[in-house]
């Protein structure tokens, strides 16, 4: 038997395996091909204050190893999701993450205030990779002092009870020191990594390809430097938790990101080719850890941060 359980701050969850925001919207799609109670959580689409229409299309393009998307959050804004998305997740006994992003810090704070009181949420995943338009559009989790308030911001509205999920962006030079930062700051834990930024030029049009011209690259092309981000932060604080994700698409994958530091694994793009894809790699997991001695996900994690063992050593 492998326990399968983890957990973020006070939130347990039965498996460590989570849908990716943005990849499974609020839930219903994902439904229609798997129990959501046997996942460890519905990681919701980043929702704002008002409903977004998002970028002009075209949103998507396929790369080898991946594809670059380029949505613009679209969505139906704060209010309609508490009325309607979160109360139908509450029915189905699925654990959610409502994830929240902004362009203001105090969008930020006025989400939180309106997420605080909902019932049936098991934590805040606080988007922070969003252009921050009072600062020329600079994306806050660029910023380590924006990135800083914007989590203290939500921090002191919701008080101690809810655990707070920073989701960072890999487009820095210096990630550990804003993971430290928005830790400093009041975060539970990190969410590592968010799409990387890139983009396709049409050789028909020999123009940008998606419609808001860049976008974010997702897949397998990105899993080697989610490992690596995820590693390092890991080994500066390793009793923050972190939700890792980036290119998971089998077992192997999960297991690769658990072994660098990661307590729990997002799927996301693996669940466009197939929606079922979660499950199955949450049974691949179960049948590695096993096959390595493991009888839990809770020693696996961060495993490849331990001391190589001494020629002969019977530890």
């Known amino acids: 038997m492998i326990d399968l359980s983890t957990t973020f701050s006070n939130a347990w969850f039965p498996s460590p395996l989570f849908t990716a925001s943005g990849c499974a919207s609020s839930g219903k799609e994902l439904a229609q091909f798997i129990d959501l109670r046997e996942i460890g959580a519905v990681v919701t689409k980043s929702v704002m204050s008002k409903a977004r229409h998002g ?13 670059v998307n380029s949505i613009g959050l679209q969505g139906p804004g704060i209010d309609a999701f508490l009325a309607e998305d979160l109360p139908w997740l509450v029915s189905q006994k699925a654990r959610v993450i409502v994830s929240i992003a902004g362009e203001t810090i105090e969008e930020y704070a006025t989400l939180a205030r309106k997420v605080r009181s909902a019932p ?17 559009g600079l994306v806050f989790a660029c910023d380590p002092e924006a990135s800083r308030r914007v989590i203290d911001g939500v921090r002191k509205t919701l008080g101690g009870e809810l655990p707070i999920i920073a989701k960072l962006s890999p487009d820095v030079t210096d990630l550990v020191s804003i993971a430290k930062g928005v830790v400093d700051a009041g975060a539970d834990g990190l969410a590592l990594i968010n799409t990387v930024l890139s983009m396709v030029i049409n050789l028909d049009t020999m123009r940008p390809h998606l419609g808001g011209k860049t976008g974010g690259l997702s897949g397998p092309a990105i899993r080697p430097i989610a490992v690596r981000a995820i590693y390092q932060v890991h080994e500066a604080m390793p009793n923050v938790p972190i939700l890792g994700m980036g290119g998971v698409s089998t077992g192997r994958d999960a297991l690769e990101l658990i072994l660098a530091g990661a307590k729990g694994v997002s799927v996301g793009t693996a669940s466009f080719a197939d929606p079922a894809a979660i499950i199955t790699i949450q049974n691949e997991l179960k049948e590695l850890l096993a096959a390595r001695g493991f009888t839990s996900v809770a020693q696996a994690v961060g495993f490849a941060h331990r001391p190589l063992e001494e020629p002969g050593s019977n530890a």
């Open 55 to 67: 970028r002009p299309t075209p949103r998507m393009a396929e790369t080898p190893s991946g594809m």
């Open 120 to 136: 049936g949420i098991s934590a805040l995943e606080v988007n922070i990779s969003c252009p921050n338009v009072e600062n020329r």
